[in-house]
């Protein structure tokens, strides 16, 4: 009975085996390696900024480390580059938008189904987990 109640209670946690916390708050953003769906090895799971009425999650989702090297790949050639210089690819594209008033550096990634931007420090956090995994 006890096995039983374990196995229950992992059940939940089957389909993510690693999961990194980019920002909480409001407008949360989750990178995700995950096992859970076919052809999707990692997941970028964000609140869509492109909807105020209400909250919605949207996820760009990548086939392998590959595709997500891609990605990394894309914010580094960015962090050095300029204001409005943007990265194309297939499915999504991501632009740097310096701000002044607010400081530094923003990013605004823009897919088929929503929208989100951040800032340098949590595309480090991104490169970081990248190159981690």
């Not at 607010?102 to 991104?126: N, R």
Request: charge should be neutral.
């Amino acid at each position: 009975m006890k096995v039983l109640f374990i196995i229950l209670l992992l059940l939940p946690l089957q389909g993510v085996y690693n999961s990194v916390e980019v920002r909480g708050g409001a407008w949360p953003i989750d990178l995700e390696q995950t096992t859970d769906r076919p052809g999707v090895k990692y997941s970028l799971i964000f609140r869509d900024q492109s909807v105020m009425t209400g909250k919605v999650l949207d996820t760009l989702d990548f086939p392998n480390m590959e595709q997500l090297g891609y990605f990394g790949k894309g914010l580094s050639a960015l962090k050095g580059g300029n204001s409005g210089d943007v990265a194309h690819f297939k499915d999504y594209s991501i632009t740097r938008a310096d701000k002044r008033l607010e400081g530094g550096v923003w990013y605004i990634l823009k897919c088929q189904y929503g929208e989100t931007s951040f800032q340098q420090p949590e595309a480090d956090v991104i490169n970081k987990a990248i190159k981690e995994w």
